[in-house]
T-cell receptor, first 112, second 115 residues
């Protein structure tokens, strides 16, 4: 069964450093997303991406964040200068024409 | 804006007990409704969905019915198992946002099932 894969599963970084979280969406999907879940809180939308453009972004997704689809398979989330409050589980998701989104296993980002 | 409200948790049940997890929503029109499950150490998995009023989504013994009149999508299972222990999230996708519109999640509720 096709699945969304994310790497790494856990990333520890120092405050102020840049991190890149990687995702391989399901191959025939067209729509891509990043969500995050701060420990103990709800899953929050960050950004959606379609046709090589951001479709929608939340207020969380400020200038420190960027997304890219550098080739035909990867979808990345970059945080330029990490802050302690960026520590969270980051989920990548993709969807096709149907309503449901399929999520990856998540990357746990710890900023120290 | 859109919102999803789930009952407060955690919930602890004995094996074979009946489960209800409440979910209500606020949204314009007829959003699509989902339950996602997160097993320990894993990502979010779609459990079931309903895309129009009175639809019933079902999977793995779980059911939820889309009730427009009460704006609810409560999750039920007649007999829970230890393996159902997980975090359950109710979510909606807006009716008018297009194919790539975002999901809005509830806070999630942790279910623990004792043998």
């Amino acid at each position: 069964e096709p699945e969304v894969t994310q790497t790494p599963s856990h990333q520890v970084t120092q405050m102020g450093q840049e991190v890149i979280l990687r995702c391989v969406p399901i191959s025939n999907h067209l729509y891509f997303y990043w969500y995050r879940q701060i420990l103990g809180q709800k899953v929050e939308f960050l950004v959606s991406f379609y046709n090589n453009e951001i479709s929608e972004k939340s207020e969380i997704f400020d200038d420190q964040f960027s997304v890219e689809r550098p080739d035909g398979s990867n979808f990345t989330l970059k945080i330029r200068s990490t802050k302690l409050e960026d520590s969270a589980m980051y989920f990548c998701a993709s969807s096709g024409q149907g309503a449901e989104a399929f999520f990856g296993q998540g990357t746990r980002l710890t900023v120290v | 804006g859109d919102s999803v409200t789930q009952m407060e948790g955690p919930v602890t049940l004995s094996e074979e007990a009946f489960l209800t997890i409440n979910c209500t929503y606020t949204a314009t029109g007829y959003p699509s409704l989902f339950w996602y499950v997160q097993y320990p150490g894993e990502g979010l998995q779609l459990l079931l969905k309903a895309t129009k009023a009175d639809d019933k989504g079902s999977n793995k013994g779980f059911e939820a019915t889309y009730r427009k009149e009460t704006t609810s999508f409560h999750l039920e299972k007649g007999s829970v198992q230890v393996s159902d222990s997980a975090v359950y999230f109710c979510a909606l996708k807006p009716a008018f946002g297009g194919a790539n519109s975002k999901l809005t999640f509830g806070k999630g509720i942790t279910l623990s099932v004792r043998p």
